[in-house]
C-alpha cells in the first residue's frame, strides 16, 4: 500500500488531474486481455521522460513497483500489477512527433495507436508494415515492449525490424537514447534490440524512431483451399522455394473452417481441409504475374479453390474469412487460452498433427490458425471453465503444445510474449544459463527491482 | 443491498461474461475517444458493472460518474468481436444506481416532467412566449432532447427555439386517408411536437400525399428515453404502458415515427425493459416494437417516389447516421431515397456512422466532452464542403447544429422529410 505522502508526491509529479485512486479507476487498470486481475494502488497518467524519470526515481527511493501499461491489450498480463504498485499509463504520451520524408523516418510518443501511425505516414505515401491484430487499439509502446508481429512479418518483419531507435527511462531514472537514425550503426551494445520485447522490465519506452518504407504500389489477394493440411503446408515452403515472398500467408486448419462456416456460412467448399489467404504487394505488373505463378505452383498440391481478389472491396471480402475466426471461436466452448507457438515452415503439418493428438487424447477442442508463412500458429484450446477439471485438463494440453512446439524446433511464443500467464513453463525452452543471463541483466539495470517485478523472468 | 435492488444487473450478468477484455472496444467509443481513460471505456464499464454485481465496490459517485460517461450509442456493440451489449449493461448499472441512490434532483424533474404532457405543453408554452432571451438564460440543452428547459448549463450553446404552437395541437387526431390505403399511427415524439414542427408537417405531407390515413393519437407522451438516460426506468416503464394503450386504441397497421431515438425506445427498448414477471405486457410491447418501422423506410416500402415529390433545388448534401438508426440497420433506405431525389447530390463524409455526441443526459453532465465528440464531426461535414447535412433524427440536428455553428459553419441541418417533402409542400 501506498502511503498519502507518496501519493502526494506523484500527485506533485504529474498533476492532481493525472493520478487516480479511486476503486473505479483501480479496477480499470488492473485487467488486460488475459481476462487476469490484479488491483494497483493507484494509476499515473504522466506526459514525458522527465515525469517518468521522477516516477521512477521516487519507486526506488520510496520502494514500490511500477507498472507500464499502453492498451492493456496484452494477451499474457504483462501490464497487470500483481502484487499492486503503482500503473503508469502512456495514453498521455500519444503525439507523433515528425515524419521525415526525406530519410524516411518518424518519431513518435509511446502511447500512439498503431492503426493511428499507419494511416499518418500512409497519407504521406510511405508504409510502416507490422500490423497486430490489435492495430486499431494497442499502442506502439506496447508493440515496442512486446515486439508484435502480424501477417505481414512474412515478408517484412515484426515490430523490432523498424525500431531504429529509442528513448527509454531505466529503472533507475535515467534517460537514456538507443540507437539512432541511421542505417547502419555498430558502437556498442545494441540496447535498442534489447529493449524491444523486454515486456516493459528493463526501461520505459518514451519515444520510438521508426524506419519506414515507400507504400506498395499494389497488392493483390488470393483465398486458396485446400483438401487436406499437408497441401496448404507444402504450398508455403513452394511459393517460397520459388523465390516469391508474399506479404501474408495466413492459414486456418480444418476446425477453424467448421466454425467460421456454421457461424456464417461463407461457402467455402465441403471438400476444404484448410484454407490459406496468400497476398502479394508491390509493382503492379509483378503481383500480377506473382498471383499467376502463385496459381500455376499450388495447383498440384490438392488445390480446391483458387479466388483472387479484383478491386479493395473484394480483397476485404477474402480477408472477411479470416477476420471472422475470433468471433465464431466463442461458440465452441466459452473459454479460450490462445497460444502463440513458431515451429519452422516445413513442421506446420507435423505440429498439426501433434495438436490433433492431444485433443484426442485431452477431449477438449482445439482450433489453429495463424500465420503460416513464419510458422507462428495460434493454438486455441477450447474449454468451459464452469466444467470441472476441464481448466485442469487445459493446462496440460497447453503445456504438451509446448512441448510439440519445442521438439520441432520452435518455441512457445512468436508474438504474445510471457507476461504471467507463460513464466511458469520458461524452464522448458530457456536453460539455467540463459535465464541466469537474463536475470543478471535485470539485476544490473533494476537493481531494486521497482520495474514490472514478477513479469518474464521466472521468481 | 436487498435481492431486488440488484435485479437490474442480474438481468444482464450472462451478458458481461462474454466480455473477454480484450480491449477492441477503446477504437469505437466515443466517450474513450474524448475522455482517455479505461473506466469510460466499454470494456472499463463492464468491468465496473461486474464489479458492481458481485457488490465489492461501493456504490458511489464514481461508478455513477463511470456509467455516466456513455453515449449508449451502441458502436461497442456492434464493433466487439464478442457483441457484448455494453449499453443495455449500461442501462441497467444506471437503474441500479438509480434505485440504490434515488434518483438525482435532476432526474426526477425529467422524470416529473416527461409524465406529463400538461406540463410540458405549459413549458414549451412559457418559452415560446419568452422566446429565445428566455432560453439563453435558462438554455433548454439537454433539456430539448429532454423535451423540456431545464435551469442550467450556459455559455456559448446554440439553442433552437420552442414551437408558437406544438405540432399536435395543430391537427386532429385522425387524418383520414384514401380507402384501402396503409393506416399508420404517428408516434411524434417531444422534438418534433416542441421544437421541430416543421418535421412532423413535412412527415405528414409526404404519407398523405400517398393516400394514406395518418393518426396522432392524443394520449401519446414522451418515448421515455431520457428517462432511462438517468436509470429512472420505473418512469420508462410508465410511460411504455401509456404510450402502448395510445397507440393500442387505434387500428394502425404501421406505428411510425421520424425521430431515431423514439424509434430506438418503441423498437428495442420497451421490450427490454419490462421485466419477465409481465409476460402479456411484454407481448403487447413486442407486438407493438414488430409494427414500429422508421419515417423514411416506410416512405421507401410503401414506393415513394423523390423523383416527383422532392426537392427540385441543386444541392450538396451529406448524410449523418444518426445511432437509433445504425443500431437498428437503418442506413440504406433514407440515402435511397436522397440519391434517387433529383438534384440532390449526396457526399458521404468521413465516419459517416460515428455519434454526434448527445447521447441523452450525457451531453448535459458533460458538456464539453461532448462537443469535443462533435468538433470531429462537424469537420467531417465541413470538409465535404456540402450545402446541407441531412439525418434521421432530431435529437442529431440539435447537436449537429450547435456544433457548426461552434465551429462558425453555415452549413445547415436538415431532417431528410424535409427534403423528401419540398415540392409537395410549395
Ligand atoms: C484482439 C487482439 C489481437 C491481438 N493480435 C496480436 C497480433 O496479431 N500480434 C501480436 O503480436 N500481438 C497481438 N495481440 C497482443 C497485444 O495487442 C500486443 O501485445 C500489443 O503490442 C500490446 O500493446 P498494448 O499497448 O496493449 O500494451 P499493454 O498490454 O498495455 O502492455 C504490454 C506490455 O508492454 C509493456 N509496455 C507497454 N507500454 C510500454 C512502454 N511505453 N514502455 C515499456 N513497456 C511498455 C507493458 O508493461 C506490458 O508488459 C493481440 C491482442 C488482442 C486483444
Ligand atoms: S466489450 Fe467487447 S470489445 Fe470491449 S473488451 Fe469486452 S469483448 Fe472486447
Ligand atoms: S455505447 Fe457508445 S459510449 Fe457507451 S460504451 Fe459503447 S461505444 Fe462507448
Known amino acids: 500500500m501506498l502511503d498519502a505522502r507518496i501519493l502526494q508526491q506523484l500527485t506533485d509529479i504529474v498533476g492532481s488531474e493525472n493520478i487516480a485512486a479511486t476503486p473505479q479507476d483501480l479496477i480499470c487498470y488492473g485487467y488486460d486481455a488475459t481476462q487476469m486481475e490484479f488491483l494497483p494502488d493507484c494509476v499515473v497518467h504522466p506526459d514525458g521522460s522527465e515525469e517518468v524519470a521522477r516516477i521512477l526515481k521516487l519507486a526506488n527511493s520510496e520502494g514500490f513497483p511500477v507498472f507500464p501499461r499502453g492498451a492493456g491489450s496484452g494477451f499474457t498480463g504483462g501490464a497487470l500489477p500483481k502484487g499492486g504498485g503503482v500503473v503508469l499509463v502512456t495514453t498521455r504520451m500519444n503525439r507523433i512527433l515528425r515524419i521525415d520524408t526525406d530519410n524516411l523516418v518518424a518519431e513518435?510518443?509511446?502511447?500512439?495507436?498503431?492503426?493511428?501511425?499507419?494511416?499518418?505516414?500512409?497519407?504521406?505515401?510511405?508504409?510502416?508494415?507490422?500490423?497486430?491484430?490489435?492495430?486499431?487499439?494497442?499502442?506502439?509502446?506496447?508493440?515496442?515492449?512486446?515486439?508484435?508481429?502480424?501477417?505481414?512479418?512474412?515478408?517484412?518483419?515484426?515490430?523490432?525490424?523498424?525500431?531504429?531507435?529509442?528513448?527509454?527511462?531505466?529503472?533507475?531514472?535515467?534517460?537514456?537514447?538507443?540507437?539512432?537514425?541511421?542505417?547502419?550503426?555498430?558502437?556498442?551494445?545494441?540496447?535498442?534490440?534489447?529493449?524491444?520485447?523486454?515486456?516493459?522490465?528493463?526501461?520505459?519506452?518514451?519515444?520510438?524512431?521508426?524506419?519506414?518504407?515507400?507504400?506498395?504500389?499494389?497488392?493483390?489477394?488470393?483465398?486458396?483451399?485446400?483438401?487436406?493440411?499437408?497441401?496448404?503446408?507444402?504450398?508455403?515452403?513452394?511459393?517460397?522455394?520459388?523465390?516469391?515472398?508474399?506479404?501474408?500467408?495466413?492459414?486456418?486448419?480444418?476446425?477453424?473452417?467448421?466454425?467460421?462456416?456454421?457461424?456464417?456460412?461463407?461457402?467455402?467448399?465441403?471438400?476444404?481441409?484448410?484454407?490459406?489467404?496468400?497476398?502479394?504487394?508491390?509493382?503492379?505488373?509483378?503481383?500480377?504475374?506473382?498471383?499467376?505463378?502463385?496459381?500455376?505452383?499450388?495447383?498440384?498440391?490438392?488445390?480446391?479453390?483458387?479466388?483472387?481478389?479484383?478491386?479493395?472491396?473484394?480483397?476485404?471480402?477474402?480477408?472477411r474469412v479470416r477476420r471472422l475466426v475470433s468471433p465464431s471461436l466463442r461458440d465452441v466452448n466459452p473459454d479460450k487460452f490462445n497460444e502463440d507457438i513458431v515451429v519452422p515452415r516445413s513442421k506446420v503439418p507435423d505440429v498439426i498433427r501433434r495438436i490433433e493428438v492431444i485433443q484426442k487424447r485431452y477431449d477438449i477442442p482445439i482450433v489453429n490458425f495463424g500465420h503460416a508463412g513464419d510458422g507462428n500458429i495460434h493454438v486455441n484450446i477450447m474449454i468451459d471453465k464452469q466444467v470441472p477439471g476441464q481448466l485442469e485438463k487445459a493446462h496440460e494440453a497447453i503445456k504438451e503444445v509446448f512441448q510439440a512446439a519445442l521438439d520441432l524446433g520452435g518455441t512457445m511464443s512468436g508474438e504474445h510474449g510471457v507476461g504471467l500467464a507463460k513464466q511458469p513453463y520458461i524452464p522448458m525452452e530457456l536453460t539455467a544459463d540463459q535465464v541466469a543471463a537474463m536475470k543478471a541483466i535485470k539485476r544490473a539495470l533494476d537493481p531494486n527491482n521497482i520495474l514490472n517485478p514478477g513479469k518474464m523472468l521466472p521468481v | 443491498m436487498t435481492k431486488k435492488q440488484i435485479d437490474p444487473l442480474e438481468r444482464v450478468a450472462a451478458e458481461m461474461k462474454k466480455c473477454v477484455k480484450c480491449g477492441a472496444c477503446r477504437a469505437h467509443c466515443p466517450a474513450f475517444s474524448t475522455f482517455q481513460r479505461e473506466p469510460a471505456t466499454a470494456r472499463g464499464k463492464v468491468a465496473l458493472a461486474q464489479h458492481l454485481c458481485k457488490g465489492d465496490i461501493t456504490l458511489d459517485d464514481g461508478t455513477y460518474s463511470a456509467m455516466s460517461k456513455c453515449l449508449l450509442c451502441g458502436s461497442c456493440v456492434e464493433k466487439c468481436?464478442?457483441?457484448?451489449?455494453?449499453?443495455?449493461?449500461?442501462?441497467?448499472?444506471?437503474?441500479?444506481?438509480?434505485?440504490?441512490?434515488?434518483?438525482?434532483?435532476?432526474?426526477?424533474?425529467?422524470?416529473?416532467?416527461?409524465?406529463?404532457?400538461?406540463?410540458?405543453?405549459?413549458?414549451?408554452?412559457?418559452?415560446?412566449?419568452?422566446?429565445?432571451?428566455?432560453?439563453?438564460?435558462?438554455?433548454?440543452?439537454?433539456?430539448?432532447?429532454?423535451?423540456?428547459?431545464?435551469?442550467?448549463?450556459?455559455?456559448?450553446?446554440h439553442i433552437p427555439q420552442i414551437a408558437k404552437k406544438p405540432f399536435m395541437k395543430r391537427h386532429p387526431e385522425v387524418i383520414q386517408g384514401e380507402p384501402g390505403k396503409p393506416r399508420i399511427v404517428f408516434f411524434v415524439g417531444c422534438m418534433t411536437n416542441f421544437v421541430y414542427t416543421e418535421i412532423g408537417e413535412a412527415t405528414l405531407a409526404l404519407f398523405r400525399h400517398l393516400g394514406c390515413t395518418v393518426i396522432i393519437p392524443k394520449g401519446q407522451q414522451c418515448c421515455g428515453l431520457p428517462g432511462m438516460s438517468g436509470g429512472d426506468l420505473n418512469t420508462v416503464r410508465e410511460l411504455a404502458e401509456m404510450n402502448l394503450a395510445a397507440i393500442e386504441a387505434h387500428q394502425a397497421d404501421y406505428v411510425m415515427t421520424a425521430c431515431a431515438t423514439c424509434g430506438g425506445a418503441l423498437h428495442k427498448l420497451y421490450p427490454?425493459?419490462?421485466?419477465?414477471?409481465?409476460?402479456?405486457?411484454?407481448?403487447?410491447?413486442?407486438?407493438?416494437?414488430?409494427?414500429?418501422?422508421?419515417?423514411?423506410?416506410?416512405?421507401?416500402?410503401?414506393?415513394?417516389?423523390?423523383?416527383?415529390?422532392?426537392?427540385?433545388?441543386?444541392?450538396?448534401?451529406?448524410?449523418?447516421?444518426?445511432?437509433?438508426?445504425?443500431?437498428?440497420?437503418?442506413?440504406k433506405e433514407p440515402r435511397a431515397l436522397l440519391k434517387r431525389t433529383p438534384g440532390l447530390e449526396l457526399v458521404e463524409m468521413e465516419g459517416a456512422d460515428r455519434c454526434c455526441g448527445l447521447g441523452g443526459t450525457f451531453n448535459v453532465y458533460h458538456y464539453e466532452n461532448s462537443l469535443d465528440i462533435n468538433a470531429s464531426k462537424s469537420a467531417a461535414i465541413i470538409a465535404t464542403g456540402a450545402d446541407a447535412v441531412v439525418t434521421g433524427c432530431p435529437g442529431c440536428i440539435m447537436q449537429l447544429s450547435d456544433g457548426l455553428k461552434q465551429a462558425g459553419d453555415k452549413t445547415r441541418v436538415l431532417h431528410t422529410v424535409e427534403l423528401l417533402a419540398r415540392k409537395i409542400r410549395r
Open chain 1, 108 to 319: 513518435v510518443e509511446p502511447g500512439v495507436v498503431t492503426e493511428t501511425f499507419q494511416m499518418a505516414v500512409e497519407k504521406l505515401g510511405l508504409f510502416y508494415p507490422p500490423d497486430p491484430a490489435s492495430l486499431k487499439f494497442s499502442t506502439l509502446g506496447g508493440n515496442v515492449a512486446e515486439c508484435a508481429g502480424g501477417p505481414r512479418a512474412v515478408k517484412y518483419g515484426v515490430t523490432k525490424d523498424f525500431v531504429m531507435g529509442l528513448e527509454v527511462v531505466l529503472p533507475t531514472g535515467e534517460v537514456i537514447r538507443t540507437g539512432g537514425e541511421t542505417v547502419k550503426g555498430v558502437v556498442g551494445y545494441d540496447l535498442t534490440k534489447l529493449i524491444c520485447g523486454s515486456e516493459g522490465t528493463l526501461g520505459v519506452i518514451t519515444k520510438i524512431i521508426f524506419k519506414l518504407l515507400p507504400y506498395p504500389d499494389a497488392k493483390k489477394t488470393m483465398l486458396t483451399v485446400f483438401d487436406s493440411i499437408d497441401g496448404a503446408a507444402r504450398a508455403v515452403s513452394t511459393i517460397i522455394k520459388n523465390k516469391i515472398i508474399p506479404t501474408t500467408l495466413e492459414f486456418m486448419d480444418h476446425a477453424t473452417l467448421v466454425c467460421v462456416e456454421r457461424r456464417f456460412n461463407l461457402g467455402l467448399p465441403d471438400s476444404g481441409r484448410a484454407v490459406l489467404l496468400i497476398e502479394v504487394d508491390g509493382d503492379r505488373d509483378l503481383i500480377e504475374k506473382q498471383a499467376g505463378e502463385i496459381h500455376k505452383l499450388i495447383e498440384p498440391l490438392g488445390l480446391v479453390q483458387f479466388r483472387v481478389a479484383k478491386d479493395a472491396a473484394e480483397s476485404e471480402e477474402l480477408w
Open chain 2, 272 to 331: 427490454l425493459v419490462v421485466g419477465k414477471r409481465n409476460p402479456e405486457l411484454k407481448q403487447r410491447l413486442q407486438a407493438l416494437a414488430d409494427k414500429t418501422v422508421d419515417a423514411a423506410v416506410l416512405l421507401q416500402k410503401l414506393g415513394l417516389t423523390p423523383e416527383e415529390t422532392g426537392t427540385g433545388s441543386g444541392m450538396r448534401i451529406t448524410y449523418h447516421d444518426p445511432c437509433h438508426h445504425r443500431t437498428a440497420g437503418i442506413t
Open chain 2, 81 to 157: 468481436p464478442n457483441q457484448v451489449p455494453t449499453d443495455e449493461i449500461v442501462i441497467a448499472a444506471r437503474e441500479a444506481l438509480a434505485q440504490r441512490r434515488g434518483l438525482t434532483t435532476f432526474h426526477k424533474a425529467v422524470g416529473q416532467v416527461i409524465k406529463n404532457r400538461k406540463v410540458m405543453n405549459f413549458g414549451a408554452l412559457a418559452a415560446a412566449i419568452l422566446g429565445p432571451l428566455f432560453f439563453r438564460k435558462v438554455p433548454a440543452t439537454s433539456g430539448l432532447r429532454l423535451r423540456f428547459p431545464m435551469p442550467f448549463i450556459g455559455g456559448s450553446r
